[in-house]
């Protein structure tokens, strides 16, 4: 058996596959390039042409994509119109800068367990407590050693000293009306811990120390916008009754806010000073954020998606309490402990009145570096916006409610007394909505996929007329025809021919005689077939026809429709 191998003529390049791509191409511009015709000059002009719509395609694309990632959240108004009822009535904080009552630390200090104190040394610490500030360093190990010789410790008694020192909401609010209805004070209003020590909230969810302490109260929702559709409450300052300030005022500091955010009264809060009426009318803006925006850095987007974020020491991620978490999280780091009244789990231990010089270096040390607390703010968020106006309260007519009047401390007062004693405290403090309805925002992806393929195929084809079809005939050309004729071309050079003589291959000597008459007799006839056939299939045969030899030197041809 004889082996040779079939010699075929290579039919395919990258010029010849290019050349068919650009006569059958959609794009615009290369079929005048390929034409067997075309002239060099015009060769050129076509590249020149379809060159410049290839590259104002390109830039306009790449222009188109930085703008996404550089912005790619679209904040736009839904509407102007969106209703009150749909978000509750911002939380309402009011804070004292007198926290501790003089008349309450008389009380206090006839008490058996202040026998070993001063008068200086209680305020110097209560001042310490209730401000986080220490001037003199020293005089820290004397004052701790006080406290703790009267059994007060910094787990509860802390907490409870205050909380018997300091000026109490019964004696701070007393007069509240909601919607034009007087209701009692001690029901609207909740003792609640906020940046500035303990302060009285309105329609506030409370959090204390205790994991089951959160207030489970309804929250309040306005029916209508105005003054009459509010809160309004009467607040005393008791001047007279200043013992220890946190501010140079007198009055009160108020803060307005969302009823799940921490109350950050003492850093943002607007003065209320005795002898003013104090108007803040109240605009509502709701945005509301896609939930597509997960997909989007957070670094990019600048607010983030519900449960995206967990805090460490509270479960509802809010931007202020993200500032507490970290707060807290420093604190514990530096001074392995949190001051009194801040709203964390109770197996966090509280500060003594050794720790509170860690306590401000540490609280410096975030205030001066914003970057150690990254808190954004909710994508789905609602904010409150204040109009503050005031004017001289009370006026010579204004008539004081019977709960006022027939209070213990005023009862025995006369009229003029009474006028006397309410431009020297009475704030009066209205909060109520400006609208109806407010604005609404929404917060979505400024360029979709869908929306980015959209443009920058319209780009793309305009500029060279590319499109997804393009991308189909540039695979199909230059891959799928180019690894056809490529596998085609291998399986034909190996392609071995395989001869079998038609004879056995030990025959007797008068068989190989007879049978090398037979073939020589079989290529007679085969070539005066061949001599008749057109001048075409003589050509075609003869590029087609192959020859073997055999055993006895004579010529075997094969592989030719003459051969059967």
């Not at 010699?7 to 050349?19: A, D, E, Q, W």
């Not at 799940?260 to 803040?280: E, N, V, W, Y």
């Not at 975030?366 to 954004?376: F, I, K, M, R, W």
Request: charged share 20%; glycine share 4%; proline share 5%.
């Amino acid at each position: 058996m004889t082996n040779k191998r079939v010699p075929i003529k290579k039919t395919y390049s990258v010029l010849n596959l290019s050349k068919e791509f650009a006569a059958n191409t959609s794009m615009h511009g290369l079929k005048f390039i390929a034409q067997d015709e075309a002239s060099l000059p015009e060769r050129i002009l076509w590249i020149a042409l379809f060159l410049v719509g290839l590259l104002f395609a390109v830039i306009f694309s790449w222009n188109l994509w930085q703008n996404w990632q550089d912005s790619p959240v679209l904040i736009t108004i839904q509407t102007a119109n969106y209703p009150i009822k749909e978000y509750p009535f911002p939380t309402v904080t009011i804070c004292s800068v007198n926290k501790v009552s003089t008349r309450a630390l008389g009380y206090w200090m006839s008490a058996d367990e202040a026998k070993n104190f001063k008068l200086d040394d209680i305020r110097r610490i209560l001042e310490i407590m209730s401000t986080n500030r220490v001037e003199h360093e020293e005089e820290i190990a004397r004052l701790s050693q006080l406290l703790l010789q009267a059994n007060i410790s910094s787990n509860k008694g802390y907490e409870n000293l205050m909380d018997r020192l300091s000026p109490n909401c019964s004696d701070m609010v007393i007069y509240c009306s909601w919607e034009g209805k007087e209701e009692d004070c001690a029901y609207l209003f909740d003792s609640e811990a906020t940046d500035d020590g303990f302060c009285c909230s309105f329609n506030s969810i409370v959090i204390g120390r205790d994991a089951n302490s959160m207030t489970n109260k309804k929250l309040r929702h306005a029916r209508t916008s105005g003054v009459y559709a509010g809160l309004t409450v009467l607040l005393n300052a008791e001047i007279e009754d200043y013992n220890v300030t946190s501010s140079s005022i007198s009055g009160f500091k108020v803060s307005i806010q969302d009823p799940k955010d921490f109350a950050r009264t003492g850093r943002i809060g607007f003065l209320a000073s005795p002898g003013f009426q104090i108007d803040a009318a109240v605009n509502g803006q709701t945005q509301i954020g896609d939930d597509q925006l997960r997909t989007i850095d957070l670094k990019k987007r600048l607010c983030t998606t519900k449960q995206e974020i967990t805090l460490q020491y509270f479960e509802d991620y809010t931007g202020p309490y993200c500032q507490l978490d970290c707060l807290t999280t420093h604190f514990m780091a530096n001074c392995f402990c949190v001051p009194y009244y801040y709203p964390v789990p109770a197996r966090l231990p509280v500060c003594n009145l050794l720790s509170y010089p860690c306590l401000e270096k540490a609280n410096e040390l975030v205030l001066q570096n914003s970057s150690l607390c990254d808190c954004p703010d909710e994508c789905t968020t609602v904010w409150y916006r204040n109009e503050i106006s005031s004017g001289t309260f009370p006026n010579s007519v204004w008539q004081y409610p019977n709960s006022v009047i027939k209070r213990p401390e005023f009862k025995r007062l006369s009229t003029n007394s009474l006028d006397a004693y309410a431009k020297k405290n009475f704030v009066k403090l209205n909060v109520y909505l400006k609208s109806d309805s407010g604005l609404c925002y929404i917060m979505t992806e400024r360029t979709t996929w869908t929306d980015f393929i959209s443009a920058a195929g319209g780009l793309l084809g305009l500029g060279f007329g590319f499109s997804i079809l393009s991308a189909a005939e540039l695979f199909y050309f230059f891959l799928v025809r180019w690894c056809y004729h490529w596998y085609h071309e291998k399986k034909q050079q190996q392609m071995v021919i395989q001869i079998r003589p038609p004879y056995p291959l030990m025959p007797g000597r008068r068989l190989i005689e007879s049978t090398a008459r037979l073939q020589l007799r079989r290529k007679s006839n085969r070539t005066s077939i061949a001599d008749r056939l057109p001048p075409t299939y003589k050509e075609w045969n003869r590029r087609n026809h192959t020859e073997s030899w055999d055993c006895l030197g004579q010529p075997n041809l094969i592989r030719s429709w003459v051969d059967y």
